[in-house]
């Protein structure tokens, strides 16, 4: 099953896709867009490209667990996203998937314009990757 992840920003949105075993996650792009209807369209256009079956959403919940306003917009862009799609969701906490992001890019010796062009579609595929990890046992 592909299954494609999205982790939401105010401006950029990461995507990314995993191989037809479910196995391994991969980083897709990254999407600037600050209107969520026009985001929505671009997400959506993705999904049907890399035939997804299944939507992972990044829930972005406070270090205690709590949700907020961020994770409200998450949960609402991942029922619209759902219903525009015609594909289910999941929805993935996502605590420090970025400060992860950030570390992989640092070992790779990434940084500047490059890291910020990327990051977000690392912390997507992070999101995506525990969501597999979780999903096999």
Do not use: W
């Not at 299954?3 to 401006?11: M, R």
């Not at 999407?31 to 999904?47: C, G, P, R, V």
């Amino acid at each position: 099953m592909i299954v494609l992840s999205v982790d939401l920003g105010h401006a950029r949105t990461g995507l990314a896709v995993s191989d037809k075993s479910g196995f391994l996650a991969s980083s897709l792009c990254v999407i600037t867009e600050y209107n969520d209807d026009k985001l929505i369209d671009k997400i959506a256009e993705q999904a049907t490209s890399v035939k997804a079956e299944l939507l992972v959403i990044g829930l972005p919940r406070n270090m205690d667990g709590s949700e907020g306003e961020s994770a409200i917009r998450a949960r609402e862009l991942a029922a619209r996203l759902s219903e525009r799609t015609g594909l289910p969701h999941v929805m993935q906490d996502e605590r420090g998937t970025t400060i992860t992001a950030h570390a992989y890019l640092s070992s790779g010796n990434i940084y500047g314009k490059k890291r910020k062009q990327k990051v977000d579609a690392v912390a997507a595929s992070i999101i995506l990757q525990d969501y597999l990890d979780s999903a096999k046992g």
